[in-house]
């Protein structure tokens, strides 16, 4: 191999912090109550101002008389566009919700995993060289319901649904961002 095919160069995007839920899964009409938690990502492998990126969120509450605990898995891409020194991003990002086991109203069990969207943007605010003030917010869907009988019957059992149980939610996320690149790798 060439020098040049063995130099080549790298770039990381970590981010992290403070995020805010809009709503608890299992917030109902005239009793939602947002979760707090964190968010953490890792963006890599830019190409044409298009980054690769993982994130991992978590996120803890009481609502209804019910402890809640959401850990998010995404993956998806990012894009940035300078506005002077701050840059402008948005996202889309694809993974899974998992929830505690006891989340729905007074404790009862609900469904633990769903499939989750994420669709948002945010801004980008140099602090330093290579660390930046990130505020962020997102679009969320996630369809998480009771859970069906956990016990085997001969007879077939049907779901009591529990009705106006959110599906869309929004995100905010206030945090930092450090950029870690080589010598070699193109400036943004």
């Known amino acids: 191999m060439s020098d040049a095919q063995q130099q080549q160069p ?12 809009s709503n608890s899964p299992n917030g109902v009409r005239g009793s939602r109550q947002p979760l707090s938690g964190f968010a953490a990502s890792l963006g890599m492998l830019p190409w044409h101002r298009l980054d690769l990126r993982a994130e991992a969120a978590d996120y803890r509450g009481t ?38 086991r006891n989340w729905m109203q007074n404790g009862e069990a609900g469904q633990t995993t769903s499939l989750l969207c994420v669709l948002g943007g945010g801004l980008d605010t140099p602090l330093r060289r290579r660390l930046a003030l990130r505020l962020k917010g997102d679009f969320l ?9 956990s016990i085997p019957s001969p007879a077939p059992v049907y779901p009591n649904p529990v009705h106006g149980l959110p599906n869309f939610y929004g995100r905010v996320v206030v945090g930092l961002v450090w950029t870690i690149h080589s010598p070699g790798a193109p400036k943004r």
Do not use: I
């Open 10 to 21: 790298f770039f990381y995007k970590a981010s992290g912090g403070y995020s805010l839920l």
């Open 63 to 100: 609502n209804l008389n019910a402890q809640e605990h959401l850990l998010f898995l995404l993956g998806g891409g990012e894009y940035e566009a300078p506005l002077g020194k701050e840059a402008a991003f948005a996202d889309a990002m694809l993974g899974a919700v998992n929830a505690n």
């Open 141 to 149: 869907y996630m369809n998480l319901h009771a859970a069906l009988a």
